[in-house]
Every structure is written in structure tokens, then in C-alpha cells.
């Protein structure tokens, strides 16, 4: 059974920390491309960040210098350490993984993933 299971998620000051964990199963992790986005109350689904399967990090600019991305083939698991958290990060986060050679400027289409997870929050308020 293909799973992706987000967490780290939670309630953060502005300035704050918080490092988020993807884990997957059921699938040949190390073949994918890895995803994170985002989706913030009312608004549509927003790239944040992309490692494709040899580990190159791709970033928006909306985060860049203050999110990194990382895998760990071994543990089938991706991360993203975010720093210098502000309220407009907050969302619902969402990995994936998808087969295809990753833009690294936004995500790719819908279709063209093949795992979703169920999403972790991510509040950052004082």
C-alpha cells in the first residue's frame, strides 16, 4: 500500500522553526522527485519546494535563503527545515512524488504526480 505521511506541523511564532517529514512506503522512493506545497486558508495550491531524485533542491523565491529541502533515500523520508517563519507560511503542507523530471520553478501538473500525502498545518502567529 503507497503511503505518504506528513508531520511536524504546528503552531509557531513568527521568527520560529518547524521541520517538517515525509515519509513514504509502497513505492520506489529513491526514483521520485519529491515535493512540498502548500495551501494557505482560502487560496489555491502554491511550489515551495522540489528535490529531484539525485537531491538537487529547487526553491520559490517566496522561500528561499529560509526552507530546506532534503532526502534521505535510506529512510524514505524527505524534509524541509523552515526558518524564519512568518504568518504568510501558514497552510496546509503537502508532499508528493512524482516521476517526471521536476521544473524546479513550480509544481507540475496535478496529473503528473503519482503520491499525495494528507497534508500537516502549519500556523505562524504570535
Known amino acids: 500500500q503507497v503511503q505518504l505521511v506528513e508531520s511536524g506541523g504546528g503552531l509557531v511564532q513568527p521568527g520560529g522553526s518547524l521541520r517538517l517529514s515525509c515519509a513514504a512506503s509502497?513505492?520506489?522512493?529513491?526514483?521520485?522527485?519529491m515535493s512540498w506545497v502548500r495551501q494557505a486558508p482560502g487560496r489555491g495550491l502554491e511550489w515551495v519546494s522540489d528535490?529531484?531524485?539525485?537531491?538537487?533542491?529547487y526553491y520559490a523565491d517566496s522561500v528561499k535563503g529560509r526552507f530546506t529541502i532534503s532526502r534521505d533515500n535510506a529512510k524514505n523520508t524527505v524534509y524541509l527545515q523552515m526558518t524564519s517563519l512568518k504568518p504568510e507560511d501558514t497552510g496546509v503542507y503537502y508532499c508528493?512524488?512524482?516521476?517526471?523530471?521536476?521544473?524546479?520553478?513550480?509544481?507540475?501538473?496535478?496529473?503528473?504526480?503519482?503520491?499525495w500525502g494528507q497534508g500537516t498545518q502549519v500556523t505562524v502567529s504570535s
Open positions: 508528493a512524488a512524482t516521476p517526471y523530471v521536476v521544473a524546479g520553478t513550480d509544481f507540475l501538473p496535478i496529473s503528473e504526480y503519482d503520491y
Open positions: 509502497g513505492f520506489t522512493f529513491s526514483s521520485y522527485a
Open positions: 528535490v529531484d531524485s539525485g537531491g538537487s533542491p
